[in-house]
């Protein structure tokens, strides 16, 4: 029997989720783990499991096998708060860009514009290979 269940990254619909969900469970659009602490019910608004007797994980996004798990019917949103897009300019100067030159503050933006927070992390892969 298949669960209505929406993915915690891009909050797209999940399709055809079977329970247990499986550790490989994916969602169909953007190929993030379902099985992930983000997804769980006991994962709270503080960032970490409520679930007093699961083992600590050190990755929320990746697949664990925690025992606990069970999956969230909650709809999860994006982050696009001027809070976060000033924490991401921060992240920017961090690693030594200029965050206006990418100006993710600009909702009107015609073309999709990388954030500061994109561009260190490209930046980071192509240094690393």
């Avoid at 996004?61 to 000033?86: G, I, Q």
């Amino acid at each position: 029997m298949a669960n209505p269940f929406n993915c915690w990254k891009c909050n797209a619909e999940l399709q055809n989720v079977i329970l247990p969900m499986s550790r490989r469970e994916e969602c169909q659009h953007c190929s993030a783990d379902q099985h992930v602490c983000k997804m769980c019910k006991h994962f709270d608004h503080r960032q970490r499991c409520s679930e007093d007797r699961a083992e600590s994980v050190s990755n929320t996004e990746k697949a664990n096998f925690c025992d606990y798990f069970s999956p969230s019917n909650k709809v999860f949103n994006k982050t696009d708060t001027k809070e976060a897009l000033v924490a991401n300019a921060k992240l920017a100067a961090l690693f030594g860009e200029d965050p206006k030159d990418s100006s993710p503050i600009n909702p009107n933006a015609d073309q999709k514009q990388l954030t500061p927070a994109e561009i260190a992390e490209q930046k980071l892969r192509d240094l690393l290979g």
